[in-house]
């Protein structure tokens, strides 16, 4: 029954006093990117896909969305490019694979105690991210160094 009232509640941010700004707001964005002549039924095609591609967002927001992507855009904005400026995919964290070969040549020359235990926890995340991928990565204890495989797996 929850899921039902969400349902009803995202419905109801998208009422037809917002669908029919909503309409206003592609009308003027078409225009301003050069993209004249849209029929109608194209017009109302359009509304009906962005309010529902875009109903878990408030419409205020979307508005704000389209203004920010037509002053960096010269084109007609999809849905994908609204969401990307409401809710940006987060960064995926990658090594640096010229941080890690320097500590372990600093484990190589100095020893264990050569690093401090946030550069060991970066050189484990380093490992942890390598080996989710299908590479393997080992860490020497006795203080030789460290060894990569770079196979696939």
């Not at 206003?24 to 990117?33: D, G």
Request: charged fraction near 30%; proline fraction near 5%.
């Amino acid at each position: 029954m929850q899921q039902n009232t969400e349902v009803a509640q995202i419905k109801n941010l998208w009422d037809s006093d917002s669908k029919a700004r909503l309409s206003e707001a592609l009308s003027l964005v078409c225009t301003l990117q050069k993209s004249y002549g849209k029929t109608p039924d194209q017009l109302h095609t359009m509304v009906a896909g962005f309010a529902w591609a875009l109903a878990d967002f408030e419409p205020e927001a979307v508005f704000s969305a389209l203004k920010i992507y037509i002053r960096r855009k010269n084109d007609v904005p999809a849905p994908a490019d609204i969401i990307a400026i409401l809710a940006p995919e987060p960064e995926i964290w990658s090594p640096d694979w010229s941080v890690y070969n320097r500590y372990k040549e600093m484990l190589a020359k100095e020893g264990k105690y050569a690093l401090t235990p946030e550069e060991k926890k970066y050189m484990a995340m380093c490992e942890e991210w390598s080996l989710s991928r299908g590479a393997s990565v080992s860490v020497e204890t006795s203080g030789e160094g460290v060894s990569r495989d770079k196979r696939k797996r």
